[in-house]
């Protein structure tokens, strides 16, 4: 009914404005049947409005492209990750890189402090899950900012402090969007940002509470003036894993939450809702932090879990699992292997 309702509004402005023209065009989107209907559910499902019918029709050309590569690539047997209709499905992959993964200020490495870790791959337990252990809060959004970095930070945090004194608290974000950027952090806010930066700042001046310095930006796509709260983690350290080092970095992770980058402007990110992601087109070319949560072996391929900050409705409930390989020398897929690091309490 809702859908009829919708159609009928849409023909309704268009008789309104004289535009019999667009009216014709949208009574032939009827025609593709099951696309229109997977796109009207896609509007309700995720609350789209579009400001006219030719934004609507535009929307609904790039949603039908969309839905035929997902359904392509789900056809394909070879394939062992699926992909779905997410949140992102009206967007070009043009549009998709600028509104999720940021402005184009890539993460990059710094000189924070942090110290190099690496370590053997003997005696590590052959599957852990953070999330199971009381070490990993609940999925975040970070919405149409690029703070990627204070997710994945903020992670790694949470599970550190967690581990050490028992107490998962959710920590703010937006402290570290608003007050760890410049020279100093070498973040710039929703313009992307990097984890050891975070964690110099933490370092200095502890981290808040999520409820006591709540996000904002995925709403003002911008930070704020930076607020005084009362810390209520405190990390002492932080340490680099050596890079491309998948061994080092399963020690790392078998001990506690490691924040990583990653490349996450491809359409498999875009649209990617299930299995483990084997794919070497992925790339490397580094623009997404994300928090390693765990790791394992399913159907015979061992996998990364990886926690995202897209919200629940992408991926696994917000998770991803990525390839993972026992090599010294291995960027790994989306280049997962190439900045790992981790706080210490």
């Given at each position: 009914?809702?859908?009829?309702?919708?159609?009928?509004?849409?023909?309704?402005?268009?008789?309104?404005?004289?535009?019999?023209?667009?009216?014709?065009e949208l009574n032939s989107f009827l025609n593709d049947g099951d696309e229109w209907k997977q796109f009207n559910h896609f509007?309700?499902?995720?609350?789209?409005?579009?400001?006219?019918?030719?934004?609507?029709?535009?929307?609904?050309?790039?949603?039908?492209?969309?839905?035929?590569?997902?359904?392509?690539?789900?056809?394909?047997?070879?394939q062992n990750f699926t992909m779905g209709i997410n949140q992102f499905t009206d967007l070009t992959a043009s549009e998709f890189k600028e509104s999720i993964v940021g402005s184009g200020k890539p993460l990059a490495v710094g000189?924070?402090?942090?110290?190099?870790?690496?370590?053997?791959?003997?005696?590590?337990?052959?599957?852990?899950?953070?999330?199971?252990?009381?070490?990993?809060?609940?999925?975040?959004?970070?919405?149409?900012?690029?703070?990627c970095w204070t997710f994945s930070a903020t992670g790694a945090i949470e599970g550190a402090w967690a581990l050490s004194t028992g107490k998962l608290v959710d920590l703010s974000e937006q402290e570290l969007v608003d007050c760890a950027t410049g020279i100093n952090y070498g973040s710039h806010g929703c313009n992307g940002g990097q984890m050891d930066g975070a964690f110099k700042f933490v370092i200095e001046n502890g981290q808040c509470a999520l409820s006591a310095y709540p996000y904002s930006s995925g709403v003002t796509k911008t930070g704020g003036t930076c607020q005084k709260c009362?810390?209520?983690?405190?990390?002492?350290?932080?340490?680099?894993?050596k890079p491309n080092d998948q061994i080092s970095l399963k020690n790392a992770v078998a001990h506690q939450p490691v924040s990583i980058a990653i490349e996450a402007d491809t359409r498999y990110?875009?649209?990617?809702?299930?299995?483990?992601?084997?794919?070497?087109?992925?790339?490397?070319?580094?623009?997404?932090?994300?928090?390693?949560?765990?790791?394992?072996?399913?159907?015979?391929?061992?996998?990364?879990?990886?926690?995202?900050?897209?919200?629940?409705?992408?991926?696994?409930?917000?998770?991803?699992?990525?390839?993972?390989?026992?090599s010294t020398n291995d960027a790994g897929i989306c280049g997962i292997a190439m900045q790992p690091s981790f706080p210490s309490v």
């Amino acid at each position: 009914m809702f859908r009829q309702l919708f159609v009928f509004a849409a023909l309704c402005m268009a008789t309104v404005t004289g535009d019999a023209l667009r009216r014709r065009e949208l009574n032939s989107f009827l025609n593709d049947g099951d696309e229109w209907k997977q796109f009207n559910h896609f509007q309700e499902r995720f609350s789209k409005k579009y400001l006219s019918i030719e934004d609507m029709e535009n929307r609904f050309q790039i949603f039908r492209t969309n839905l035929r590569t997902i359904v392509q690539h789900n056809l394909d047997e070879t394939q062992n990750f699926t992909m779905g209709i997410n949140q992102f499905t009206d967007l070009t992959a043009s549009e998709f890189k600028e509104s999720i993964v940021g402005s184009g200020k890539p993460l990059a490495v710094g000189s924070y402090g942090c110290k190099s870790f690496s370590g053997s791959g003997s005696g590590l337990a052959a599957v852990v899950d953070w999330t199971k252990s009381g070490a990993v809060t609940s999925v975040k959004d970070q919405g149409q900012c690029g703070s990627c970095w204070t997710f994945s930070a903020t992670g790694a945090i949470e599970g550190a402090w967690a581990l050490s004194t028992g107490k998962l608290v959710d920590l703010s974000e937006q402290e570290l969007v608003d007050c760890a950027t410049g020279i100093n952090y070498g973040s710039h806010g929703c313009n992307g940002g990097q984890m050891d930066g975070a964690f110099k700042f933490v370092i200095e001046n502890g981290q808040c509470a999520l409820s006591a310095y709540p996000y904002s930006s995925g709403v003002t796509k911008t930070g704020g003036t930076c607020q005084k709260c009362s810390a209520v983690a405190h990390i002492s350290s932080c340490s680099d894993v050596k890079p491309n080092d998948q061994i080092s970095l399963k020690n790392a992770v078998a001990h506690q939450p490691v924040s990583i980058a990653i490349e996450a402007d491809t359409r498999y990110f875009q649209s990617y809702s299930g299995g483990i992601l084997t794919s070497s087109d992925c790339g490397t070319n580094l623009d997404h932090g994300v928090l390693i949560a765990g790791y394992g072996t399913e159907n015979g391929i061992d996998y990364w879990l990886v926690k995202n900050s897209w919200g629940t409705s992408w991926g696994m409930q917000g998770y991803v699992k990525i390839a993972r390989s026992s090599s010294t020398n291995d960027a790994g897929i989306c280049g997962i292997a190439m900045q790992p690091s981790f706080p210490s309490v």
